[in-house]
């Protein structure tokens, strides 16, 4: 029998109600359960008080030395006895455990758990033990599991250890012989019965090792099959473009690419005339260039006789792009449509029988694009900005609006690239790391709240020579929790203070016309200040543009920063960012200084990463980076990286897809669909 397809009803002492209450915590099988490890362990291992340092939780083993004294106040109640643990004479106190009163009988053993007050010799028990009813935990590391609900940490404990009685020999090795011999890792069966009730903290931390090295060799393998089998079909577009003709259209832009726009150019070129699938990953930072690349991309599909789709996350940036793209293409016949939620009747139906017809060559849209009655004639390049944004059902809808078609993905959250490369092991991936020659750096200040009147003259000055400004604030409304400047205040005080310039409102709460309209005047220099939410945050390009303004900077991410910066230095005229921000932790200090110290987007990533780690710095679950069940990107990266070798050169031998060893490894792929054609996204 196979424990992933034995429910966990199966579990002695798991109820129909208690079952319900597992399913919200995605445990639905044994095997899920076995599978629900701890985030950290309780120690109850016996110590002396006298290694005990004041205020530590500590466990002791000690003896009843005076008669128990309960004191009641109205429903609450507390209860102290004298008890002495080695040569320690100590009180001990318990709140609210009044029945208690009658078990502590001079002379009888208890074991206390609980905060240890070494000035007045006295400890606050949270848990208490007697061992001659038979001791359940003292002197042992028990697991703490996240739970909710009605499920408590003792009831979990209780049903995985019943779990592991019942189904323990059950449990199957997944990893071949050679990657347990090559990192002298615990067998699987032991592990996962050693990281639930490790004997100390040396073995629950080579349980652990073992199942983030198999959680890690697991995702690699995934990956690198599904690139395996990519390259092996050979059924993608093969586009046939010359570099005549790449090279006139290159020669034709209003600027020199850099040499890393030369590089990453000639990657995707070869990757589009290759048979192969293409799936490539294009970073860079805020402003190095990287819709001239997709450009170039998209001129070189339809010099192939093919289409090309630009899927970007709102309507704004589609209209911006349409407006360069058209101004780059139109010398050489290449026509260009939009496609957004606000192109109906007509305009719509004309464009859709176009594209159907091959008469429109490149599309720039909006989720519109993936809407059920939008046709391609040969569609054979999608390209994605800001992938994040789009969930990965969206991407792969797109994708099958062709047959095929190679895929160029970009991203201006800049990732460490070896990260990246390891995260995304099933795209190629291209770094822009340079910046197009001409672009001003963007001076970058902190300062505190008492100096938000020499920030109001700033503005003055820099609206005052015609150029505009954006001050961002991180709350919509008033919250009585966090005392933050919100947007709907802060217009009317702006409004107030610069009663001869256009102050603009704008933030997540109003429809998406309204946004574009408040944009547009932006954009169209009609309002010059504009107060905003982070909505500002994504590739909008006002040249005009140059002081950036943050509220409360402290209580954004260091990536999120830097994306707003981003936002100014458009232009010709030289831009600023000013932070306003006291911030209360060494972490918001350090965010500050980091801003104030760099404008390079990968050492902003770097530092963030240092500061956060991986769950905050990647986002939601949009970004595309998985989540693991034990293993941290960060932390563990040594072994993602040797997770990743490994699965490589293990899909590359050909013993891997015939022999019996790795059998299981090809069930398991089997079992995620990687070998039925099914795409990782």
Known sequence: MDIQKISVRQVSGVSALKEGELHAFGVFTVQDLLEYYPFRYEDYRLRSLSEVKDGEKVTVQAKVMGLPVLQRYGKKSRLTCKVMADEWMFTATWFNRHFLKDQLTPGREVTLTGKWDLRRAQMTVSESEFPDKGVIRSGSLQPVYSVGGNITQAWMRKTVGQALTQFGEMIPEILPEELVRKYDLMPRKQAILRIHQPLDSEEGQRARSRMVYEELFLFQLKLQAYRAMNHERMDGVVHTVDNATVREFVRSLPFELTDAQKKVELEILKDMRSPFCMNRLLQGDVGSGKTVIAAIALYAAVKSGCQGAFMVPTEILAEQ???SLVKLFEPFGVTVGLLTGSVNGRKRKDLLASLQM??????VGT????????????LSLVVTDEQHRFGVNQRSILRRKGFNPDVLTMTATPIPRTLAITAFGDMDVSTLSERPKGRKPISTYWVKHDKMDRVLGFISREIGQGRQAYLICPLIEES?????????????????AFPDFKVGLLHGRMTAAEKEEVMREFYANEVQLLVSTTVVEVGVDVPNATLMIVMDADRFGLSQLHQLRGRVGRGEHASYCVLIADPKSEVGQERMKVMTETDDGFEVARRDLELRGPGDFFGTKQSGVPEFRIADMVSDFAVLEAAREDAAHLVGEEAFWTSPAYGPLRHYLQREQILQGELID
């Open 367 to 378: 989720h519109a694009l993936i809407q059920e009655d939008v046709y391609f004639r040969k």
């Open 358 to 363: 091959g008469l429109t060559d490149v599309v």
């Open 480 to 496: 009585e929790k966090l005392d933050v400047q919100n947007a709907i205040d802060l217009y009317v005080s702006m409004s107030q």
């Open 321 to 323: 792009h349409v407006r």
